[in-house]
């Protein structure tokens, strides 16, 4: 069982830039991602990349977020920039051992929350 462990969310300012952190407690085979719950909405997808290194995000956050990862380190890292009001969410780490871009892998991060205040 792999567990992953989210870092870096925080409160900013409109504008601002924050970098979320996801530790994996072991090797990762797959696709990692990171997703996004707004009270009252569904999780959604935020960005996900491949253990080869394709890429996918929401349009919403397009040239404004860069998802990357260090498989030596088993770490998987957001860069967001521009954050906006409507980024605010509880941001997940997604992880699992098959290289799919389209649905979730089986491990999950307890969560980092993310405020962007206007």
């Known amino acids: 069982q792999v567990q992953l462990a989210e870092s870096g969310g925080g409160l900013v300012q409109a504008g601002g830039s924050l970098r979320l952190s996801c530790a994996a407690s072991g090797s990762i085979l797959g696709a990692m991602g990171w997703y996004r719950q707004a009270p009252g909405k569904q999780r959604e997808l935020v960005a996900v990349?491949?253990?080869?290194?394709?890429?996918n995000y929401v349009d919403s956050v397009k040239g404004r977020f860069t998802i990357s990862r260090d498989n030596a380190k088993n770490t998987l890292y957001l860069q967001m920039n521009s954050l906006k009001p409507e980024d605010t969410a509880i941001y997940y780490c997604?992880?699992?051992?098959?290289?799919?871009?389209?649905?979730?892998?089986?491990?999950w991060g307890q969560g980092t929350q993310v405020t962007v205040s206007s």
């Open positions: 997604n992880a699992g051992h098959i290289n799919t871009l389209v649905r979730p892998g089986p491990y």
């Open positions: 990349i491949s253990s080869g290194g394709t890429i």
